[in-house]
């Protein structure tokens, strides 16, 4: 059986088969994914610092901080595990201060999220991109 889902321009799609990771899965446009991909028939493999009480049909829920090597490490073992074969970097916060009340503290805060934990989050994944897409 096969499942899938009508993306907002009415367009039904299948990701029967299909792993997906996606960060920052929690709460937000993260939790939307989640939900969308899963009823679309992916595997959806979801990282997020705090996973308490998610559940979800289809996800796999696992902690994740992208801003840590360790964390991000332990999740791109487990979803490689898993099969992934595709990544959402969707982990991100916002700093809605005036410029004259952030601290350097708080500027780390937000690039290490929003650009370092990207690149770490995929630099875990891309060998096995690699090897699940070679030559296709």
Known sequence: MTSSA???TGTSFDLSGRVV???GASK???WALVQALAAAGATVIGGA???TGL?????????LDVTDETSVS???EAATQAGV???VNNAGVGSFLPVQDITPAEYHRVMDTNVLGTLLVTRALIGQFQARHAGG
Do not use: H, Q, Y
């Open 85 to 87: 074969d595709s990544l």
């Open 21 to 23: 990771a996606v960060t």
């Open 55 to 63: 559940e979800l049909p289809g996800a796999i829920f696992l902690p």
């Open 74 to 76: 332990a999740f791109a």
């Open 6 to 8: 009508t993306s907002l």
């Open 49 to 51: 610092r705090d996973v």
């Open 28 to 30: 937000g446009i993260g």
